[in-house]
């Protein structure tokens, strides 16, 4: 849902580490979700996605799982490495094609 | 994947005067855009939706008067942020799609960062 005025939460890990991100989404309906990489003063990146039938989707290096049920999604990041740090957003579909983020996760790899 | 470009990346403005961003998306045509603006540590909200040749749509608490929106073509929108004050420093971005399905991703431009001084 929306998060504006609440700052990210921080997850640090060791490089090597496998990382975990959870999003709780607000609207039951909503039928696809992204998830993105920001990095410092650039835009969003696309990371992976998945639809709302599915509750597992693998990409590389990247596991995306969606539970309904309690309206979570979680980003999983194998093998972190020191390149994924930073800021990680999920963002759910919304009537008109509307892309709602979430609030966001800054992820720190520690070498 | 699809490109979307921003101009400028960054502006720094005097209070009181006006600053237009262009959201260009390059190797496709998007009949809808999305301006978003982003606070330092925070999330990006969305603040209208922009229709080719039609008005922009805008979310609860945007002004539409002081946040110009024009979508002239299939592949430029514009937002111009007028009589700009200190407040209204942030990072906006826009973000297209290439489909018409919705069920696709979005490609976001690199963002703009305003300062108004």
């Known amino acids: 849902g929306e998060s504006v005025g609440l700052h990210l939460p921080t997850l640090s890990v060791q490089e090597g580490d496998n990382s975990i991100i959870n999003c709780a989404y607000s609207n039951s309906a909503s039928d696809y979700f992204i998830w993105y990489k920001q990095e410092s003063g650039k835009g969003p990146q696309f990371i992976i996605d998945i639809r709302s039938n599915m509750d597992k989707r693998q990409g590389q290096r990247v596991t995306v799982l969606l539970n309904k049920t309690v309206k979570h999604l979680s980003l999983q990041i194998a093998a972190t490495q020191p390149g994924d740090s930073a800021v990680y957003f999920c963002?759910?579909?919304?009537?008109?094609?509307?892309?709602?983020f979430g609030q966001g996760t800054e992820l720190s790899v520690k070498p | 994947g699809a490109v979307v470009s921003q101009h400028p990346s960054w502006v720094i403005c005097k209070s009181g005067t006006s600053v237009k961003i262009e959201c260009r998306s390059l190797?496709?045509?998007?009949?809808?855009m999305f301006w978003y603006r982003q606070f330092p540590k925070q999330s990006l909200m969305l603040m209208a939706t922009s229709n080719e040749g039609s008005k922009a749509t805008y979310e609860q608490g945007v002004e539409k008067d002081k946040f110009l929106i024009n979508h002239a073509s299939l592949t430029l929108s514009t937002l111009t942020v007028t009589s700009a004050h200190p407040e209204d420093s942030s990072f906006y971005i826009c973000?297209?799609?290439?489909?018409?399905?919705?069920?696709?991703?979005?490609?976001f431009g690199q963002g703009t960062r305003l300062t108004v001084v």
């Open positions: 963002a759910e579909n919304r009537q008109g094609g509307k892309l709602i």
């Open positions: 190797d496709f045509q998007a009949t809808t």
């Open positions: 973000s297209a799609r290439p489909r018409t399905g919705w069920n696709t991703e979005a490609f």
